[in-house]
């Protein structure tokens, strides 16, 4: 069991230094990129850039929406608690940190699935560069935030009778 513990911890700590490291890395070699790299695009291209921007628009526009819709969700959910003292607040805020917590996470995929779809029609080495950055810095904001949920939701479980010492 410690073992795995151990392992556990090594890996949460190995994981996000990997991940800051590269985008080091990768934020070192966009420095020395021309801007003038982009090539001339082909009708063919032109078009499916067009679809691909609309379908990446899209995506923004569902992540804006579903975090809209949380962040709505969450302040209703805690209005009633400023003003109603018998509730337990702390487990309460907890549980409506939580479930926007979910809703970034989600938030935050439909934002890189948009920054993909940009990149996926002729890209120079800069566009994906450019992409390698910002998927690497959303990953490391995903990790923390999918860390400080279950966290949060380990918290919140009943411990059972043995470990309560």
């Known amino acids: 069991m410690k073992r795995d513990s151990v392992r556990e911890s090594l890996v949460s700590l190995i994981l996000p230094l990997t991940l800051i490291l590269g985008l ?3 934020l070192s070699l966009n420095a020395g990129e021309d801007p003038g790299e982009r090539q001339a695009l082909t009708p063919l291209e032109e078009w499916l850039r067009i679809i691909v921007g609309y379908l990446a628009a899209g995506a923004e526009i569902a992540a804006a929406i579903v975090i809209s819709g949380a ?3 969450g302040i209703a959910l805690y209005l009633p608690l400023l003003f109603n003292r018998s509730r337990l ?8 940190r939580l479930q926007l917590g979910r809703v970034l996470a989600l938030g935050l995929e439909f934002t890189v699935a ?3 779809l940009r990149t996926a029609v002729a890209p120079t080495r800069q566009d994906i560069l450019n992409l390698g950055e910002i998927v690497l810095l959303r990953t490391l904001l995903n990790y923390f935030l999918e860390r400080e949920i279950q966290q949060g939701e380990q918290r919140r479980m009943p411990q ?3 470990d309560r010492s």
């Open 89 to 96: 607040h702390f487990d309460a805020t907890e549980g409506i």
């Open 24 to 26: 080091v890395a990768l």
């Open 160 to 162: 059972p009778e043995s």
């Open 71 to 73: 962040v709505v969700r």
């Open 114 to 116: 948009s920054d993909i």
